[in-house]
């Protein structure tokens, strides 16, 4: 390798070789042929082409032959064959006498009969007849070392490992625009001269006052940025922001859901669930045991919850059972989002009885909830929900389809299909379907329904109003967008970061 001061003088030396040839097809090559590491080349190219005086072309690659340690030394010495053949000229031997004379003997006599040389009688090892020993290895050792071997030969080599194929480098280099245009200015090296990368205030005020300009060092203005180490929003974040925003595009209100914990009273009986239903068990809720329950709730109205739920009214036959106030007092971790819907719509009636005007319009909510499921690739013990529903006078299933429809449609989903189904607080009620265009499967993405009489009227809301209601869960949209088999990739301790950090806002 050439000396340091050698290393300083190759940046004068490439730009000459430039001056006079036009270009360097391989730099890998120019640096074997100047005794000089290659990235010594690389870094010169590298710092010229900043300045604009080289042009770098793309990276190329080529395979280069180099002998090992043991094919130089049978390069120096000889091939084992041909040791062996020099043996063997003197009369038979057997294969100890010829380990015994040559200790590489083994590798002599596979070369040899793989060459069809040698003849093996009792043991004894002997040259046969017609043997003709050119000692193409050694042929083959000398064009690797000159660099005329092919690519054939130092696969063969190689097998004999006493050849390496190593993959390298290099790129075509040609001059740039602000390349010197004679060997004098070539020799003045107007690449080390130092142009400022920026300047200050008092530069500029300077440069304004005396009419001045100055020449700078480059800037690549299109170069990405240091990327900032900064967290993330997590992307059932990013999804629930789009939903959220569709809502308000279509007109709702976002309710308060401040409530992680409820009442059972507004979490089931408000929204005329009876107490006997199987998801108020602790199969299938979490039950708060400190504090275990609450008796602030409005009293009139609790009174109405109870004669709708045990005795009827409002022209409701009720469930007839013996209402418990216990059992409504106790305070769970709310199962659903419908909660804070009902609360919503108790405040409205309220309002109405108040005032004799009545707040229609459209409202939602997107939050978690919890709920005492058996955790698989689908569920998880907490979950988020959003919920929209629709106050007005007059309101029919038809305007509910329709709406649905239209809040689809903002997510890209148009093939809609409506079953019908059940729920405690809703009369009718649909689940909402759609059929995966790739797959063909049929899929529940929701549930809808109209909020019974039973539930509005105790709230004080009118005859004649009702209301359209829908929910989804978020996990599932988001498992559906984001392409993932489970819900553990993308909720809780299993998700990866680098998703989080890659995963983009989805355009719904």
Same mark, same amino acid.
């Given at each position: 390798?050439?000396?340091?001061?050698?290393?300083?003088? &190759?940046?004068?030396?490439?730009? &000459?070789?430039?001056?006079?040839?036009?270009k360097i097809e391989n730099t890998f090559k120019y640096a074997k042929e100047n005794n000089v590491d290659p990235q010594v080349i690389v870094?010169?190219?590298?710092?010229?082409?900043? /300045?604009?005086?080289?042009?770098?072309?793309?990276?190329?690659?080529?395979?280069?032959?180099?002998?090992?340690?043991?094919?130089?030394?049978?390069?120096?010495?000889?091939?084992?064959?041909?040791?062996?053949?020099?043996?063997?000229?003197?009369?038979? #031997?057997?294969?100890?006498?010829?380990? @015994?004379?040559?200790?590489?003997?083994?590798?002599?006599?596979?070369?040899?009969?793989?060459?069809?040389?040698?003849?093996?009688?009792?043991?004894?090892?002997?040259?046969?007849?017609?043997?003709?020993?050119?000692?193409?290895?050694?042929?083959?050792?000398?064009?690797?070392? +000159?660099?005329? @071997?092919?690519?054939?030969?130092?696969?063969?080599?190689?097998?004999?490992?006493?050849?390496?194929?190593?993959?390298?480098?290099?790129?075509?280099?040609?001059?740039?625009?602000?390349? *010197?245009?004679?060997?004098?200015?070539?020799?003045?090296?107007?690449?080390?001269?130092?142009?400022?990368?920026?300047?200050?205030?008092?530069?500029?005020?300077? &440069?304004?006052?005396?009419?001045?300009?100055?020449?700078?060092?480059?800037?690549?203005?299109?170069?990405?940025?240091?990327? @900032?180490?900064?967290?993330?929003?997590?992307?059932?974040?990013?999804?629930?922001?789009?939903?959220?925003?569709?809502?308000? %595009?279509?007109?709702?209100?976002?309710?308060?859901?401040?409530?992680?914990?409820?009442?059972?009273?507004?979490?089931?009986?408000?929204?005329?669930?009876?107490?006997?239903?199987?998801?108020? +068990?602790?199969?299938?809720?979490?039950?708060?045991?400190? *504090?275990?329950?609450?008796?602030?709730? *409005?009293?009139?109205?609790?009174?109405?919850?109870?004669?709708?739920?045990?005795?009827?009214?409002?022209?409701?036959?009720?469930?007839?059972?013996?209402?418990?106030?216990?059992?409504?007092?106790?305070?769970?971790?709310?199962?659903?989002?419908?909660?804070?819907?009902?609360?919503?719509?108790?405040?409205? !009636?309220? %309002?109405?009885?108040?005032? !004799?005007?009545?707040?229609?319009?459209?409202?939602?909510?997107? +939050?978690?909830?919890?709920?005492?499921?058996?955790?698989?690739?689908?569920?998880?013990? %907490?979950?988020?929900?959003?919920?929209?529903?629709?106050?007005?006078?007059?309101?029919?299933?038809?305007?509910?389809?329709?709406?649905?429809?239209?809040?689809?449609?903002?997510?890209?989903?148009?093939?809609?299909?409506?079953? *019908?189904?059940?729920?405690?607080?809703?009369?009718?009620?649909?689940?909402?379907?759609?059929?995966?265009?790739?797959?063909?499967?049929?899929?529940?993405?929701?549930?809808? !329904?109209?909020?019974?009489?039973?539930?509005?009227?105790?709230?004080?809301?009118?005859?004649?109003?009702?209301?359209?209601?829908? /929910?989804?869960? #978020?996990?599932?949209?988001?498992?559906?967008?984001?392409?993932?088999?489970?819900?553990?990739?993308?909720?809780?301790?299993?998700?990866?970061?680098?998703?989080?950090?890659? @995963?983009?806002?989805?355009?719904?």
């Open positions: 390798m050439t000396t340091t001061q050698n290393k300083e003088d &190759m940046d004068l030396l490439l730009m &000459m070789k430039l001056l006079g040839d036009g870094g010169i190219t590298n710092s010229l082409s900043n /300045g604009s005086y080289v042009v770098t072309g793309p990276a190329k690659s080529f395979d280069e032959y180099e002998l090992t340690t043991e094919g130089q030394n049978y390069l120096k010495s000889g091939t084992p064959e041909s040791e062996v053949i020099k043996l063997l000229k003197d009369g038979p #031997l057997t294969k100890n006498d010829l380990k @015994a004379k040559y200790p590489a003997a083994d590798l002599g006599i596979k070369a040899a009969m793989n060459m069809k040389l040698l003849a093996i009688d009792k043991g004894q090892i002997s040259l046969k007849p017609d043997a003709v020993f050119t000692d193409p290895a050694l042929a083959d050792l000398k064009s690797v070392a +000159d660099g005329t @071997a092919d690519a054939k030969t130092a696969a063969a080599l190689k097998q004999r490992k006493l050849c390496a194929i190593k993959k390298r480098t290099y790129f075509e280099v040609q001059k740039g625009a602000n390349f *010197p245009a004679t060997e004098e200015d070539v020799a003045a090296r107007p690449w080390k001269v130092k142009l400022p990368a920026d300047f200050n205030a008092e530069q500029m005020k300077e &440069m304004w006052e005396k009419k001045q300009t100055i020449k700078m060092k480059p800037a690549n203005l299109a170069a990405a940025g240091k990327k @900032a180490d900064m967290g993330n929003l997590h992307p059932l974040m990013k999804l629930r922001q789009e939903y959220r925003q569709i809502f308000l %595009e279509l007109g709702f209100q976002e309710m308060n859901t401040a409530r992680f914990v409820d009442s059972s009273f507004w979490n089931f009986d408000t929204l005329f669930i009876p107490q006997q239903h199987p998801a108020r +068990d602790v199969q299938d809720t979490f039950f708060v045991k400190d *504090p275990e329950k609450t008796t602030q709730h *409005p009293p009139e109205f609790v009174e109405l919850t109870r004669q709708v739920h045990s005795d009827g009214l409002f022209g409701s036959t009720g469930y007839k059972y013996q209402w418990s106030e216990d059992e409504t007092q106790r305070n769970v971790l709310r199962t659903h989002t419908t909660a804070i819907s009902s609360y919503t719509l108790y405040n409205i !009636g309220q %309002e109405y009885q108040r005032t !004799g005007k009545l707040q229609t319009g459209a409202f939602f909510s997107i +939050d978690r909830v919890f709920r005492n499921e058996q955790v698989d690739k689908t569920h998880l013990c %907490e979950f988020h929900q959003m919920e929209g529903f629709v106050l007005d006078y007059g309101l029919s299933l038809s305007n509910m389809m329709a709406l649905l429809k239209a809040f689809f449609e903002r997510v890209g989903i148009t093939n809609l299909k409506f079953k *019908p189904a059940y729920n405690p607080y809703t009369e009718p009620s649909m689940e909402i379907h759609t059929q995966d265009e790739k797959t063909g499967k049929i899929m529940e993405i929701g549930n809808s !329904g109209m909020f019974r009489p039973e539930m509005l009227r105790p709230m004080g809301i009118p005859e004649g109003v009702t209301a359209i209601a829908w /929910g989804l869960g #978020l996990e599932r949209v988001a498992m559906r967008h984001y392409k993932l088999k489970s819900i553990h990739e993308l909720f809780g301790h299993k998700i990866s970061l680098p998703f989080v950090k890659s @995963a983009g806002a989805p355009r719904v």
